[in-house]
């Protein structure tokens, strides 16, 4: 019988007592066959830990994660010095697995700041720095990052704020964006 897992289903015969090695329909060595066969299509549909194939299910399970833009301040408006810019909540239990911003301007003379916190502790280890004449984090000096033991789990209802300490010197940010990325974790298990 060929297998037709994982397109379809397989409808294995299983040996009776009564059967021997060479009983039509449930041939010995056909059997072990077919259950490699089988075996094999479910090793490559659930894939290996750290799989890279997209339809393997340990990648599609890794990779349920989500990027929140965080808008902070309206897009033409320049950005401004202080605390509670902006304050939210978690929706679900999850992992913050990085961050990243951008600035619809430019700050000049100066690189804009901010912090992401719970309470009034920094979750970022280095702060957001977009410095100045850049419009992202991804050419920062100093790109910012989940600080150690801030990346574990987070849950549903956790409020998180968002801090700007510096807006540039000749010419403030304006439109400040922050990418937090998070991976779903329903049963705390990372």
Known sequence: MAISFPSGLDTLVNPTSGDSFD???????????????????????????????????????????????????????????????????????????????????????????????WGSESLLSPVITIDAGTTTTAAASAPPAIGSGWENDWFDGDRLTVEVTQIGSSTAGAGLKIYLETRRDPDGEG
């Open 23 to 117: 009983t039509a329909g449930v041939l010995h060595d056909v059997q072990h066959s077919d259950l490699n066969d089988a075996i094999e299509a479910l090793q490559a549909k659930a894939g290996v830990d750290g799989s890279m194939v997209e339809t393997s299910l340990d990648r599609i399970v890794t990779s349920l994660f989500e990027v929140w833009v965080l808008c902070v301040g309206e897009e033409a408006t320049a950005a401004t010095v202080g605390t509670g810019k902006l304050t939210f909540n978690l929706t679900f239990r999850c992992r913050i697995t990085g961050v990243s911003a951008s600035v619809s301007t430019a700050p000049t003379g100066a690189a804009l700041k901010a912090d992401l916190k």
